[in-house]
Every structure is written in structure tokens, then in C-alpha cells.
């Protein structure tokens, strides 16, 4: 039990580092929802990022409650945006805002992040909220780091 409620506590000190909290206003947050509904005219990696911004929220507080429908749903959403993402790097359409020249790199690191996903939907199937919470862990931690490397 003390290992989960260290995790918790891990886990949410990281979302406050990541994300903007949860005191912002109500119609900040709306706006946000209804951008992130709409597709991008940038490109790809921002729709992929915006549709993982909205999924990420659900799923964290879904796995705090260990409400497994609520996370199996937020994965739904997030079905084909990496493979446009890449479709438009192959394509030109799509350039990382910093070390655009490893896209190698990115490409790799995005299939294992979506891979990470489908275990995490693996371990809601089996009704598993330690593992559940485990992968969201390293998902976030995954988050995190890509974004170190790879937005300005």
C-alpha cells in the first residue's frame, strides 16, 4: 500500500511539472477542450500531441480512481494519430521544433511510447490497477522526456 501511495505522489508531483493545474479556469480549460476537438491546420505531430494532451488527462485521474472504462476509452481516442504524425514526417509536412534531424530518433520513441499504451490497455483488460498505474508512470515519464528533447 505504501508503494502505490508513493507512486501516487510521484506521479502527481510529475503532472504538476507537465501540465497546467487543474486550478485554471473553467473557460481556459474549455477553450482547450474544443481546440484539442478540432484537427490542427499545422500539422500532424500537433494534432497527435493535442488528442494525447486531452487522452493523458483522462487517463491519469481514471487510473487514480482505477476506473478501467474511463482509461480504455481515453486510449480509443488516440487510435491512428501516431501514424499520421509519421506519414507527415516521411511526407515533409511535419519537422520537429528542435532536433528536427533526429526524426529517426523520434519516430522510435513515439512507436514505444503507443507500444507503452497498448500495455497499459492490456492491464486495464486484466482489471491490474498496479500495473495500470506502473505504465502510466512511465508513460508520463516517457512524456516528459521526449519533450525535453524534442520541443522548444
Known sequence: ???????????????????????????????????????????ALVDEMKTLDNAFRDIVS????????????????????MEKTHEGMRAGTVILPKNATRSKEFIERDKKFHEKLDALDRAVRRNNPREMLRITKQLLDGCVLCHQTFRK
Request: aromatic share 4%; proline share 6%; glycine share 2%.
Open 62 to 81: 481514471a487510473v487514480a480512481l482505477s476506473d478501467t472504462a474511463k482509461v480504455h476509452e481515453a486510449l480509443q481516442s488516440m487510435h491512428g494519430a
Open 1 to 43: 500500500m505504501k508503494h502505490i501511495l508513493w507512486l501516487m505522489i510521484y506521479l502527481a508531483s510529475l503532472l504538476l511539472a507537465a501540465f497546467p493545474p487543474p486550478c485554471a479556469a473553467l473557460d481556459d480549460r474549455r477553450d482547450h477542450a474544443q481546440e484539442a476537438a478540432q484537427p490542427s491546420t499545422t500539422n
